[in-house]
């Protein structure tokens, strides 16, 4: 009995001591600092603490568990560009047959590149006119599609954004169908993410973005070559989607990786070096499991193909391990040599012509 006591008089003590004016004041006060300082004492994820990007802002998001496997500022507002025209394209979708035909408004004539060259008076089939927005990136197709939907680029800008904040994005506003720079346009990676899934379900849409090429036509016989602007499609990596670009914006992107079974969305805003960040954001997938090599990889990977090049005579310097300008110079030579994609970058078509050397 005699030891409880005891034990509940210490214990009344201790409380004492802690109810002190001084002492609750001291707690309050580190509990604040505690409290300030919290987001910078939350570690960083080791996927994202090792990403290099030129990209202020980007997202990797699985579509289906809407898990996020990478994400680096994906709320910031940004300037689209031109993968605005994947929503361009949405509305369209919903509002033209696709064997339709537009005729152009000479209006058109006066947009800036890129563009096909359209000329007042023409016409091209609603399908076509897609391939053009959604290969080339054609402004002047974009603003034909427009008002053809809405009579006004302005008021098919204002269909876009209700189409937007509908699918969920409600960080974004759009003020013309082309993605051109323009006062009061922007969106941001997450809001782009979900804008993408929407088009993921679009079979058009996608069909379409897998084009490296296509011809289009006038109704008069005019024909028009569109060549897709993404790299990552041409040299065979399985990067659908779409690009931009514009001296504000900076590069960006916006589609999916096809990665087995399944499908990740990326998207990239105000990079500076998109088919870089394109391939180290490819490398996270499934940690890092994909074998592509670019300026700035390292590892033994990197000391086989260097080993290669030399023993074809492209590379002089020595194996260190490092993907730098030399090596990234020697495989350029490498790939235009067999005829590839010179952008020197090994992916599949360029691992494959190797394949016997590495």
Not at 63 to 73: C, D, M, N, V
Request: hydrophobic fraction near 40%; include cysteine.
């Amino acid at each position: 009995m005699e030891s409880r006591r005891r034990t509940c008089l210490k214990e009344f003590k201790e409380l004492a001591v802690l109810i002190n004016p001084m002492n609750i004041r001291r707690i309050i006060s580190i509990s604040l600092i505690l409290l300030l300082l919290r987001p910078f004492l939350i570690p960083v994820p080791l996927a994202e603490a090792s990403v290099s990007l030129t990209a202020p802002s980007a997202l990797l998001l699985e579509p289906g568990s809407q898990k996020i496997i990478f994400s680096r500022a994906p709320h910031r507002k940004q300037p689209p560009a031109s993968t605005a025209k994947i929503v361009t394209a949405l509305v369209v979708l919903d509002s033209l047959p696709l064997d339709r035909w537009v005729t152009i408004s000479p209006r058109v004539e006066k947009a800036q590149a890129s563009k096909l060259y359209l000329r007042g008076g023409d016409q091209i089939r609603v399908r076509d006119l897609l391939k053009a927005i959604l290969i080339k990136s054609a402004n002047d197709a974009a603003q034909a599609l427009a008002i053809a939907v809405s009579g006004s680029e302005r008021a098919f800008a204002d269909v876009m954004t209700e189409k937007a904040r509908r699918l969920g994005a409600h960080s974004t506003r759009f003020v013309n169908a082309s993605g051109l720079p323009e006062e009061g346009q922007y969106s941001t990676a997450y809001d782009l993410a979900i804008l993408m899934q929407a088009a993921l379900r679009n079979e058009v849409i996608i069909s379409i973005l897998r084009q490296r090429n296509a011809s289009i036509r006038t109704a008069s016989g005019r024909r028009y070559h569109l060549k897709s602007h993404n790299k990552m499609l041409l040299r065979g990596e399985r990067v659908i989607g779409k690009t931009g670009y514009t001296q504000r914006a900076k590069y960006c992107f916006v589609g999916f990786i096809e990665e087995g079974s399944r499908n990740i969305i990326v998207s990239v805003l105000g990079s500076k070096k998109l088919w870089r960040d394109l391939t180290t954001l490819l490398n996270q997938v499934n940690g890092g499991a994909r074998k592509t090599l670019s300026f700035g990889s390292r590892g033994d990977a990197v000391k086989q193909l260097q080993a290669a090049l030399k023993k074809l005579g492209f590379f002089n310097g020595p194996t260190t391990g490092y993907f730098g300008k030399i090596t990234k110079r020697a495989l350029s030579k490498f790939q235009r040599s067999r005829g590839l994609l010179q952008d020197g970058i090994l992916g599949p078509k360029t691992r494959t012509a190797l394949a016997s050397h590495l």
